[in-house]
C-alpha cells in the first residue's frame, strides 16, 4: 500500500495527512480528526449516515478514498453552518438545521448528519424543489426512527424558502 501526504481542506482548514491513500475518509474524519459528526452506520453505503460534501457534492464517506479527496475540499455536518455563514456574512446556523428543529425531524439523531448533507445540497442547488425531488435525494440515507415525514417537510420548507427568500 502507497502511503503518502495528503492535502485536503476539511471545514475550511487545510489538513496534511499521512497516511495509506486507501484509508477510509469516514475513518480519517471521525478517529483521526475526531470529527464524529459523520456517522458510521453500515460502512459499505447502504445507510447514508456517513454523507459529507466533497467539492461541495453529497459523497459517502465510507466509501471514498483518502487519496481521492487529496487537494480537494471536504466538508462535514460541523463545517456546515460555518459554510453557510461564510456564504451570508451572517452568524447562523444553516436554515436546514433550524428547519429540522422546528420540524421535529430529529429524533435519536444517528441520520441527522446524512440528511443534513444531502438536503442542504440539494435546496442549495434545486430552490423550490417538489416532495419527490426530496424524497428522490434522501432516497439513500435511512432513518431506523422512521421520522422520513418530518425530515421531508423540513427540506421542503428550505427549498421553499429559498425559491422566494421573501
Ligand atoms: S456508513 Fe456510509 S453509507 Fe452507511
Ligand atoms: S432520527 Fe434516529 S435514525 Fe433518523
Same mark, same amino acid.
Request: with cysteine.
Given at each position: 500500500m502507497a502511503e503518502a501526504l495528503v492535502s485536503v481542506t476539511i471545514n475550511g482548514r487545510r489538513h496534511a495527512l499521512w497516511g495509506e =491513500?486507501? =484509508?477510509?475518509l469516514l475513518t480519517v474524519l471521525r478517529d483521526r480528526l475526531g470529527l464524529t459528526g459523520t456517522k458510521n452506520g453500515c460502512e459499505v453505503g447502504h445507510c447514508g449516515a456517513c454523507a459529507v460534501w466533497v467539492d461541495g457534492l453529497p459523497q459517502l464517506a465510507c466509501l471514498?478514498?483518502?487519496?481521492?479527496?487529496?487537494d480537494r475540499t471536504v466538508t462535514t455536518v460541523e463545517g456546515l453552518a460555518g459554510w453557510w455563514r461564510t456564504l451570508n456574512g451572517n452568524d447562523a446556523y444553516h436554515p436546514l438545521q433550524t428547519a429540522f428543529v422546528d420540524n421535529g425531524a430529529?429524533?435519536?439523531?444517528?441520520c441527522t448528519p446524512g440528511m443534513l448533507m444531502a438536503g442542504a445540497a440539494l435546496v442549495r442547488d434545486r430552490p423550490g424543489a417538489t416532495a419527490e425531488a426530496v424524497r428522490e435525494s434522501l432516497a439513500g440515507h435511512l432513518c431506523r426512527c422512521t421520522g422520513y415525514e418530518q425530515i421531508v417537510r423540513a427540506v421542503l420548507d428550505v427549498a421553499a424558502r429559498e425559491e422566494d427568500p421573501a
Open positions: =491513500e486507501t =484509508e477510509v471514498t478514498l483518502l487519496g481521492s479527496v487529496a430529529v429524533q435519536c439523531g444517528f
